[in-house]
């Protein structure tokens, strides 16, 4: 079974598919703790809105993945919508399951994700999770 999952009936434009693609790459890297590929993935000014007072810059998220303080280990992404407002930016909206050790707490949740991307030199950039 593999790590990340996308649960989906419907099929995706080739613009679409391209953000559901991202998305789960991200996904795979948050798993992988590859850290590498989240700096690739996530601009500089990259925001996590955990809660509606807890957000976190790229540098301290991707900090978070790489001390271990935040293990993810399983991703469902499940029935996601795209909203396509140009050719350089859209949302990604989906609930999503996630499993992790959090602090050294194991918890698995589902969150209403809205994912935004910014399309740079053709290639699609996370700049927003909020989770």
């Not at 996601?80 to 949302?91: G, H, Y």
Request: net charge negative; glycine share 2%; aromatic share 10%.
């Amino acid at each position: 079974m593999s790590d990340v999952e996308l649960l989906c009936e419907k099929s995706f434009s080739f613009a679409d598919q391209e953000i559901v693609d991202k998305f789960v790459e991200f996904q795979y890297a948050l798993i992988e703790a590859d850290i590498d590929k989240l700096d690739e993935i996530l601009l500089d000014d990259f925001k996590l809105t955990q809660a509606p007072n807890k957000s976190q810059v790229k540098r301290e998220f991707i900090s978070e993945i790489k001390d271990g303080s935040m293990d993810f280990s399983k991703s469902d992404i499940m029935e996601p919508t795209i909203l396509l407002d140009d050719d350089a930016s859209a949302s990604l909206i989906s609930k999503v399951r996630l499993t992790a050790k959090v602090k050294g707490k194991e918890l698995r949740w589902i969150s209403n994700t809205v994912a935004n991307f910014k399309k740079i030199d053709e290639i699609w950039y996370l700049i927003g999770w909020d989770n």
